[in-house]
């Protein structure tokens, strides 16, 4: 009994010091990666260094422990590294020097001291993922390759393409990168305006895909958006004072809060109408309130900001009929000011519906039916065909459900629109 009972404790102890090793390694692998861009100004090179000295840690660690300063143990294994990898290519050591040339030009900020804690140089990794020469599919992956850590078949996973279609993508992003010179550098204050959004807008396509996945199985891709909620927790610590970060990760907690409730059995959809709101995640939702506040505290709203907002007031209310529908339409009425879309355009459309009754909504949704970007929008058609419903006109609704279901991606949004179109046509 006893060798059991000390077997057992040896084997928790094991996967205890396995979780730290992990825990450690997802947040020190990026910071380590974008210090090496930072100090190499190539990625290739930077993503090998980061792989073998993690590897070294894997090695180590276990046996040794986890160094009192893992990013500094990391940063300077790293180093080492990379000398013995230059040594051995001198064509690479030839334009890595090129490029610290260059670097050294562009700053003069001396190396950081290897005994110090790893130097934080994601802000410039999200940036250079981000930059708006690179096509919106390459910023997107190559952010979840680079930050979040993600393998190419994970990324792949993600978004649902085979392994190779994504490796050309991530090939081409970084070739992009070294062709078109694009620095590896926080934008300057004049530049920030332009390009932020650019950073937002992937972090927010890839909370998208895990809350409301595009296509497969299953409604919900909840590792997808767990990580785009840890990224957007990162640039919100490097970039607090900038509202419209705080606006995205308050949209993404208030969003997300909603998730375990938003699946039944079996993995079937739940609207929100019908949610268990016991099942929200209550410490989610009040992180996300108190940044609301922030993001639309000290000058003109953003579009992020808004759309938490609106979130706030669907998570804050008791069920639907006791929403406060007025204040979302009008929430919606300054985001469409904001960004006008023809997607915005059909959220207020619901929501006047849930405030001045279905003909009312479905007259707005009639306006917007030659939108080219709602023609192929599952959720217009499902949304159309719904306030159909509720005003009786059953054949036009069934007839609605059916467009819904030929564009509907994952099978628990199929699953649910045959149930309302089997309705309809009883």
Not at 167 to 182: D, F, G, H, L
Not at 247 to 269: C, E, I, K, S, V
Not at 332 to 339: E, F, G, M, R
């Amino acid at each position: 009994m006893d060798g059991q009972a000390g077997g057992r404790g040896a084997d928790q102890e094991a996967s205890g010091a396995d979780a730290s090793v992990e825990a450690v390694f997802r947040e020190e692998r990026g910071r380590l990666l974008a210090a090496l861009v930072s100090r190499f100004g190539d990625l290739d090179l930077a993503e090998e260094i980061t792989s073998d000295a993690i590897e070294s840690a894997l090695r180590h660690w276990p046996v040794d422990g986890v160094p009192s300063k893992p990013g500094a143990w990391l940063l300077t294994t790293a180093r080492r590294k990379a000398v013995d990898r230059l040594r051995r290519d001198q064509a690479l050591a030839a334009r890595v020097a090129v490029l610290q040339v260059e670097a050294d030009r562009a700053a003069s900020t001396p190396p950081p001291d290897v005994g110090s804690e790893l130097p934080d140089d994601r802000l410039q990794l999200f940036f250079t993922c981000a930059h708006p020469a690179l096509p919106a599919e390459d910023r997107t992956a190559l952010t979840l390759r680079c930050l979040a850590g993600l393998t190419t078949g994970e990324v792949a996973r993600a978004f649902l393409v085979p392994t190779a279609t994504m490796a050309q993508r991530i090939v081409r992003a970084k070739k992009k990168i070294r062709q078109a010179r694009i620095p590896f550098r926080v934008p300057g204050a004049d530049e920030l305006p332009q390009r932020l959004p650019g950073v937002l807008q992937v972090l927010y396509s890839i909370f998208t895909e895990g809350y409301a996945a595009s296509a497969g199985e299953n409604l919900q891709r909840v590792d997808v958006a767990d990580e785009a909620i840890r990224l957007t927790r990162i640039l919100h610590r490097l970039m607090p004072d900038q509202r419209e970060v705080s606006g995205l990760l308050a949209l993404m907690l208030l969003t997300h809060a909603r998730r375990d409730a938003r699946t039944g059995p079996g993995g079937a959809q739940v609207l929100l109408e019908d949610q268990d709101r016991d099942r929200w995640d209550r410490v989610m939702i009040e992180e996300g309130s108190a940044l609301v506040l922030v993001s639309l505290t000290g000058g003109r709203p953003g579009p992020y900001g808004v759309q938490a907002a609106i979130a706030a007031l669907h998570d804050e209310a008791a069920d639907v009929a006791s929403t406060d529908w007025p204040q979302i339409v009008g929430l919606y009425d300054v985001l469409l000011a904001l960004t006008p879309s023809p997607v915005v355009a059909l959220n207020r459309a619901v929501a006047v519906a849930m405030r001045d009754g279905p003909e009312a909504g479905l007259a707005l949704l009639d306006d917007l039916a030659d939108e080219p970007r709602l023609r192929d929008h599952h959720p217009y058609a499902a949304a159309r065909a719904e306030l159909l419903a509720r005003v009786g006109r059953r054949e036009e609704a069934a007839e609605a459900y059916r467009r819904a279901l030929e564009l509907a991606g994952t099978e628990p949004e199929r699953e649910h629109l045959r149930r309302r179109l089997a309705d309809t046509e009883d």
